[in-house]
């Protein structure tokens, strides 16, 4: 007679019963998830003692400074991982061994982006900067082999690239892969959750497709991303921050194009773009919006979709868990039309697009009249921040306190600030409009007041019925911290 568990498992479908035997890849993903969710409170610790903190301003809405950074948890917990592995006397230690060079060019890869977001998260960097080291480390990944170099028709075999366009192709995957799952990062465990479900996705393409060198890869990210998730959701104790955000992007580009490299079905080929589903997606809304509204690309707003819901009345936490949802659904979509025809997948997509449509039609997005009005004002808001941008450059050059009022007084004067009053200890350092009359400035002015941080604030007063919009008080708060910056590093 024939054991009890023989008999149940023989009862499952052939696809089942292929997963179930990899109990090494299990064994590393609860592994990596208790070392991340264990090393993570020990930084959070460190990093409070050593000023590794975010402090809230302008658009950042947390009450409290903030451990961030984390990012360096979670792939230390993967890199350490990865090492031990290549060292295991089985067969998966041959097959990673086997496959080195890819495996140490991903860890290099994501370590330029470790590195330019620890840069970026002690003094920000400007964002064409960013964007040359993000294509520069692209084509280093693209000459170690992490391309595009066929594509999948429908009823035909994979159909060769000319080197050039696959070279774009794959560029324009990675780097936009990358700033994808960096906007995103907007919520707390938002990019956490969302890079964990696209990691779990490609490690079973991976499996599925045999590619096991990346699938360990991609299990190690999942555990480390599991643990930190523990301490990075709402109400986070730790961010990610640029740290982590972009080196989950790059990972996450390189490991997805190599999960399905050996994919020779246009199923296959699509799993890992729709498992980025909702960063993309994001990303290309706000692409359209920014180019609308006259706004540089690269600009912060708080128009994302996580940013409309919690417009709604919905709580970060609700907010993270129905992305979630929808990320899961796309993705458990996806793996199951995995052995399906071509009419299922195309019904799939059809369903795809039609409850992202659907979607931004309730979060607001489809309002013919919100566009047209975006495009009727994309010359002030181009004006807007142009003189943002200027009152940038002032402020790196400033020498004292005055020279970085009259630096802010540059964007001041767009949106209707009469004065601006500095106070410290006491004192205080004030900026008046000259047009402005110095008589009455105060008397019916709307005042709005924000700290600056070591005990500093700063009062703006507005012309009456002016009071600034959300992205004017982001761009105040934005430059107001570069003033705190600066005043801190003694220049003034």
């Known amino acids: 007679m024939q054991p009890a568990t023989t008999t149940f498992a023989s009862s499952w479908p052939d696809w089942l019963v292929y997963f179930a035997q990899f109990k090494t890849y299990y064994a590393m993903f609860i592994l990596t998830a208790l070392a991340a969710a264990i090393i993570t409170p020990v930084y959070i610790f460190a990093a409070l003692r050593l000023g590794l903190v975010d402090h809230p301003y302008g658009r950042k809405q947390h009450e409290r400074a903030t451990a961030t950074m984390g990012g360096l948890v979670v792939f230390a917990v993967v890199f350490a991982g990865a090492i031990v592995a290549l060292r295991l006397e089985n067969l998966v230690g041959e097959m990673l061994r086997a496959k080195a060079l890819y495996i140490y060019g991903l860890i290099a890869c994501t370590a330029c982006m470790l590195l330019l977001g620890i840069l970026d998260d002690r003094h920000p960097i400007r964002p064409r900067i960013k964007l040359l080291v993000q294509v520069v480390v692209a084509l280093a990944a693209i000459g170690l082999g992490f391309r595009i170099e066929a594509v999948t028709v429908p009823g035909y075999d994979s159909v060769p690239l000319p080197q050039v366009v696959g070279i774009l192709l794959s560029l324009l995957w990675i780097v936009g892969i990358t700033n994808a799952i960096n906007l995103s990062d907007g919520l707390d465990g938002l990019a956490t959750g969302i890079c964990l479900l696209a990691s779990a996705v490609n490690a079973v393409v991976a499996i599925y497709l045999g590619n096991h060198y990346m699938t360990v890869m991609m299990v190690l990210l999942a555990g480390s991303l599991l643990g930190f998730l523990r301490w990075n959701f709402h109400p986070a104790r730790v961010f990610l921050g640029d740290t982590g955000s972009l080196a989950l992007g790059m990972y996450l580009a390189l490991a997805s194009l190599h999960s399905a490299q050996k994919a020779h079905t246009v199923v296959l080929i699509l799993i890992p773009?729709?498992?980025?589903?909702?960063?993309?997606?994001?990303?290309?809304?706000?692409?359209?919006?920014?180019?609308?509204?006259?706004?540089?690309?690269?600009?912060?707003?708080?128009?994302?979709?996580?940013?409309?819901?919690?417009?709604?009345?919905?709580?970060?936490?609700?907010?993270?868990?129905?992305?979630y949802a929808a990320s899961f659904l796309v993705s458990l979509l996806c793996i199951a039309a995995m052995t399906a025809n071509y009419f299922i997948l195309g019904l799939g997509v059809a369903g795809v697009m039609v409850m992202a449509l659907f979607s931004a039609r309730v979060l607001g997005y489809l309002e013919w009249g919100g566009w047209t009005a975006r495009w009727s004002g994309r010359?002030?808001?181009?004006?807007l921040h142009a003189a943002a941008e200027l009152a940038r450059l002032k402020m790196r050059q400033a020498h004292g306190l005055d020279e970085l009022l009259r630096a802010l007084a540059v964007l001041a004067c767009e949106i209707g600030c009469r004065e601006m009053v500095v106070t410290h200890e006491g004192s205080q350092a004030r900026w008046a409009d000259p047009l402005a009359n110095s008589a009455d400035a105060s008397a019916d002015s709307q005042l709005y007041e924000t700290p600056l941080g070591e005990g500093r604030t700063i009062r703006f007063a507005f012309r009456p019925g002016c009071p600034p919009n959300q992205e004017q008080e982001a761009l105040i708060g934005e430059l107001c911290h570069l003033m705190n910056e600066r005043m801190n590093a003694g220049r003034p």
């Open 273 to 323: 773009l729709f498992a980025l589903g909702y960063p993309i997606f994001d990303t290309l809304l706000a692409i359209g919006r920014r180019m609308v509204r006259g706004q540089p690309l690269f600009a912060s707003d708080r128009d994302h979709i996580h940013h409309r819901l919690a417009r709604r009345g919905v709580r970060p936490s609700a907010a993270a868990f129905l992305i």
């Open 379 to 383: 010359e002030e808001t181009r004006i």
